[in-house]
């Protein structure tokens, strides 16, 4: 089993930028795939950013340019830079992982963590 906390969610101003971070532990050596999605309220869970497990990156069309994805050195670090921050952007952020790889598809992941707020004003 793997587990997911993230952490740097906060509340900024139009314009800024933040740096979002999920810590895994358990079984991560099981894990290939890593993906960012969102959820606004009344909206959809919708993807903003994954890294599959040959170092592709898939980025949202709506984010491309102002989002970033990687993972640390000991792989158990998930990343996500986000720039020029939007009110649009205000969510709760969602970091998933799984074995296999489904880059912005959200039911492809078995594994989440509960979540950050990111809040743009």
């Known amino acids: 089993h793997v587990q997911l906390v993230e952490s740097g969610g906060n509340s900024v101003q139009a314009g800024g930028s933040l740096r979002l971070s999920c810590a895994a532990s358990g079984s991560t050596a099981s894990i290939s795939c890593w993906a960012w999605f969102r959820q606004a309220p009344g909206m959809q869970r919708e993807g903003v950013a994954a890294?599959?497990?040959?170092?592709?990156?898939s980025v949202a069309d709506s984010l491309r340019g102002r989002v970033t994805i990687s993972l640390s050195n000991t792989k158990d670090v998930l990343n996500l830079r986000m720039f020029f921050l939007e009110p649009g952007d205000t969510a709760i952020y969602y970091c998933?992982?799984?074995?296999?790889?489904?880059?912005?598809?959200?039911?492809?992941?078995?594994?989440w963590g509960q979540g950050t707020q990111v809040t743009v004003s």
């Open positions: 998933a992982a799984d074995w296999r790889c489904g880059s912005l598809n959200a039911n492809e992941y078995n594994y």
């Open positions: 890294l599959d497990s040959d170092g592709t990156t």
